[in-house]
Every structure is written in structure tokens, then in C-alpha cells.
């Protein structure tokens, strides 16, 4: 069974960072591409960043291009997500998952920028 733990989140100023990761069980880590996911109540979750399963290859939302980096670490189940240059509009649950969000959604971790 899947597991998704989140962490990291918090309450940041506008232009500060974060970094959030995930712990994951219950399936072959380095098989999987993984994603980052965000939502804010009353939209539909949208994926911010993924990352191949060898963490060579990454892509990004356009708004959170350059600010955001995606990782992975396989021999620690771990992927993470710095957070650069944080704005108001980042404020979210954020969630990881596989790419296509088909796994169950752990509690996911809860970013909020304001000033």
C-alpha cells in the first residue's frame, strides 16, 4: 500500500523560502516518476513540478519556473521541493504524488505566504 508523507511546510514572508519533502513506502521508489502538486480550497489541484525516476530530468509550471527545484534522493524514498523567492499566490496544500496523481493523497503539507 502507498504511503505519502509530507512535510516542510509552514508560514513564510513573501520572498523567503521553504523546503518540503516527501517520504514514500509501499512501492519500488526508483521506478516512479514523481510530481509535487499543489491546491487551495475551492480549485482543482494543479501539478507544480515533477521528476524523473533517476532525478536527471525535471519540469516546472510556468509560474513557479526558476523560483522552484524538484529532487529526489532513491536510497532515502525522499523527494523534495525548494522553494525559492515564495509568493503570495504559492500559498497552498501541497501534496507529492506519482505523475499522474493516481495514488491515494497523503495529508499533504500546508505552504502560506503573507505578509
Known amino acids: 500500500q502507498v504511503q505519502l508523507v509530507e512535510s516542510g511546510g509552514g508560514l513564510v514572508q513573501p520572498g523567503e523560502s521553504l523546503r518540503l519533502s516527501c517520504t514514500a513506502s509501499?512501492?519500488?521508489?526508483?521506478?516512479?516518476?514523481l510530481s509535487w502538486f499543489r491546491q487551495v480550497p475551492g480549485k482543482e489541484r494543479e501539478k507544480v513540478a515533477t521528476?524523473?525516476?533517476?532525478?536527471?530530468?525535471?519540469s516546472y509550471l510556468d509560474s513557479v519556473n526558476g523560483r522552484f527545484a524538484i529532487s529526489r534522493n532513491n536510497f532515502k524514498n525522499t523527494v523534495y521541493l525548494q522553494m525559492n523567492m515564495l509568493k503570495v499566490d504559492d500559498t497552498a496544500q501541497y501534496y507529492c504524488?506519482?505523475?499522474?496523481?493516481?495514488?491515494?493523497w497523503g495529508q499533504g503539507t500546508q505552504v502560506t505566504v503573507s505578509a
Open positions: 504524488n506519482n505523475r499522474i496523481g493516481s495514488w491515494a
Open positions: 509501499g512501492f519500488t521508489f526508483g521506478n516512479y516518476v
Open positions: 521528476v524523473s525516476d533517476d532525478g536527471r530530468s525535471t
